[in-house]
Structure formats: C-alpha cells, structure tokens
C-alpha cells in the first residue's frame, strides 16, 4: 500500500489542477548589516516527486539524491536564479551516478543510475561532484570538485564547491528527514558571507552555525521550514526577506523533445528501433512518463534526417 505522503507527491506531479498540499518554496534574505545573505528552502514535495520517479532502493541512497536536489536549488537559486543549474554526483564507483536538473520556474527533476548488480552509492573517496549553469550570455559554466574525503553528506562537496568554483565562502547545510521510508522533510539551507563583510560578524555566524550543520534533527521536529531556518540561523541579527520563490518536482520532457533526440541518432540506430514492426514505447529517464512513436512517425524522422 502506498504512503498517504507518497500519493500526495505523486497528485503534486501529474496534476497541475489540484490544490496544492504542500508547496516548496525558497527564501532569500539579507541581513540589514549587509554582511550575510541567505537562502532557506523547503524542497519535501519536490524531493517525493523525484523519489516516487526514480525508486531509490535503500534510505542511504534516498538520502543522498534528496540532498543533491536541495543543494541544486540552493545553488541555482544563490548564482543564477533566471537560468537552469544541472548538478552531477559521481560515487567511489565511477559507475554510480546522480544528477539534479533544475530550471528558473522551479522545476526540477532528478536521475540516478546505478549498474544493476550495485544497491548503495558511497561518496567520501572519489566522488565527484560537477555542477554546469547557464550563463546569462548562453555560455555553460563549469566547476569540478572532489568530494571532501570521508563525507557522507553532500553538503561538505555543496561547500567546496562553492568555494572553489564561484570564490564564495558560504555555509551549507541539507538533509531530508525519512519516516518508515518515506520523505517526511527535505530542506536547506545557504549563509553566504558577502564582500562588505567584517571578521566579527564571521566569527559570530561560524560559532552560530556549529548548531545547525546537521539539520535533519529539526526536519524531524517539524522545525525547519524556510521562514524557521532564516530565523535560527539569523537570530538576532536584524535581515529582510527578499524574495520567496516556488520550486516543484518537474520535467522538461515532451513528445516534440524525445522525437528530436531520437532524429539525433544515425540512420542505423532508428532503423533497428523499427525493426520488431511494432509501436516504439519510450518511457522518460527522469520522470518515467510514457511516449509511443509510430512507424510512421519514426519514418519521417529518418526521412527529416
Ligand atoms: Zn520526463
């Protein structure tokens, strides 16, 4: 039988109609000192819509994509909030993979790929994670880093990766928090220290934020929504909010798309895809929606190409 939280997610991400029963969101604040900004989110729904796509078989594993997701927004939504942001984590073993996609309207959806025989994917030796936006002049920025030996969490790769690839000292924390293997909380959140900032200031906020690095005990609790986070983590320190965005499990795919990445293959690839005679099912990685392509339709694609 399935959860009561996993047929929410699953009404969250095939119908856009309904009323929403728990919408994510992004607050990005700053403090009033102009030292610090920082970005909380709640990323639940968004974090079952991608599970009950991709059937993670263990909660390690959950985990870890659930984190990836949150460190994603977090990350498109600090450095290029109007453009799409793809997060990669490779594991110890090169042939353990995630990835994150998330896009300027909130949407965001997510991969794992796994080889059959293997059921668990560690990170704390020679993982990798590598992030690529979207500049704002149609150029890809890259950043490679390694994850920090010895990690469990993504947050620590979050962190160095933030450091090394957008020269910006910031603080990360993400978690999700599971109950009888469900997601019953995901979220996150960002402090960056901006350029104005003093050393006193830093020092409070480093000593401060020693409470809050692992912040799945206050998923647990109910005590992390975005607003809660940005007010332990600014107390008292006077900030404004300035800007609330919506994000949401989402994907990108479409019947038009899948047609030009098949009309992308060489002739050959097609022809064998026609050669049983039947009705070609295809099912998107991502959100694993169905789409059938004709004889026809495949025809005229080799025929357009
Ligand atoms: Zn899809």
Do not use: W
Request: proline share 5%; aromatic share 4%; charged share 20%.
């Amino acid at each position: 039988m399935p959860s009561e939280a996993a047929a929410s997610a699953r009404v969250l991400c095939h119908d856009h109609n309904v009323v929403h029963v728990h919408a994510d969101n992004v607050l990005r604040a700053l403090t009033d000192d102009g030292a610090f900004r920082v970005l909380a989110c709640d990323t639940t729904a968004t974090v079952r819509g991608a599970i009950e796509a991709q059937k993670p078989e263990t909660p390690e594993l959950t985990r870890i994509f659930a984190d990836l997701l949150t460190g994603a927004i977090l990350v498109r939504e600090s450095m290029s909030p109007d453009h799409r942001l793809q997060a990669i984590l490779q594991g110890d073993n090169p042939r353990t993979r995630m990835i994150a996609d998330t896009h300027p309207d909130g949407s965001t959806r997510g991969l794992i790929q796994m080889p059959p025989d293997v059921k668990e994917m560690t990170i704390g030796e020679k993982g990798i994670l590598q992030i690529a936006r979207t500049l704002h002049n149609g150029s890809l920025h890259q950043g490679v880093v390694a994850v920090p030996a010895g990690s469990t969490s993504v947050s620590p790769a979050l962190m160095a990766y933030m450091q090394d690839s957008e020269q910006t000292v910031t603080m990360i924390a993400v978690g999700c928090h599971l109950s009888n293997g469900e997601v019953a909380a995901a979220g996150g959140y960002m402090v960056q220290l901006l350029p104005e900032l003093a050393e006193g200031p830093l020092m409070v906020m480093t000593e401060r934020l020693k409470d809050f690095q692992d912040i799945v005990p206050l998923l647990a609790q109910g005590r992390a929504t975005p607003g809660e986070l940005l007010a332990e983590t600014l107390f008292g320190m006077p900030y404004t909010t300035v800007s609330d965005s919506e994000v949401h499990f989402g994907c990108r795919c479409s019947s038009e798309r899948l047609a030009q990445s098949l009309a992308s293959l060489p002739r050959a690839d097609i022809e064998s895809l026609m050669e049983d005679g039947k009705t070609l099912d295809i099912e998107c990685d991502y959100c694993r929606k169905r789409y059938e392509f004709s004889l026809q339709e495949l025809r005229s694609l080799i025929d357009a190409n």
